[in-house]
């Protein structure tokens, strides 16, 4: 278990943790903070790599699923309420490297390992391992999808995007697929906020 839950408590964790002790410190605590959880996060995935056994390969649904994350993500922007607001305008030019790499890589990886690799088999049995991937319950079904939607400030589209992530782990019955669908949809749509300014969606 440990391999699915200590990166992604410590993806969740660490960018609050070392916000607070940088604050008086540094000009940009937050970024400076989001540098280190960068390194962290790939820190945790390298010592585990071995252990999640993932065999990714190109999938031409998964980019399709993440072409239309990415559309529903921009589409639906200023349509609805947000959890709350975030802008994220990287102070130079380590600070963007640190932030594709989290943005791009790095949370794909975590997020998908945790999410659709651990969570969603751990909530149909406990002993998840014995679990087959793709295996589907109203229950697991539900509850990913809200724990994905409600850990975004645009808590619609994190819905929909769990929705869509699910119904792909359930064709595929791999995590790589979604993997590659979220991959997919983080670099259109860092693309798309480097070349209009949108750091709000960071």
């Not at 947000?82 to 790499?101: T, V, W």
């Not at 992530?165 to 997919?184: D, G």
Request: positive net charge; contains cysteine.
């Amino acid at each position: 278990m440990k391999k699915y839950v200590l990166p992604f408590l410590a993806y969740v964790l660490v960018i609050p943790i070392m916000g607070f002790f940088l604050k008086n410190y540094v000009a940009n605590p937050v970024q400076a903070a989001y540098a280190i959880h960068t390194l962290v996060a790939f820190a945790f995935l390298g010592y585990f790599w071995k252990d999640y056994k993932l065999k990714l390969r190109f999938d031409f649904i998964a980019v399709l699923t993440g072409a239309m994350i990415f559309l529903l993500w921009i589409g639906l922007e200023g349509r609805y309420p947000l959890l709350y607001s975030i802008s994220f305008e990287p102070a130079n030019s380590y600070l963007m490297a640190f932030k594709l790499l989290g943005f791009v890589f790095a949370a794909p990886l975590i997020e998908e390992i945790f999410t659709r690799g651990f969570l969603i088999r751990w909530i149909v049995n406990q002993k998840y391992e014995k679990v087959k991937l793709g295996k589907y319950t109203h229950a697991s079904f539900l509850i990913t999808v809200l724990f994905f939607g409600l850990a975004h400030n645009r808590w619609l589209v994190g819905i929909l995007t769990g929705i869509l992530l699910n119904l792909l782990y359930y064709r595929r019955k791999n995590i790589e697929s979604c993997i590659i669908a979220h991959f997919t949809a983080n670099i259109l749509l860092a693309i798309y906020i480097i070349n209009t300014s949108s750091w709000f969606f960071w």
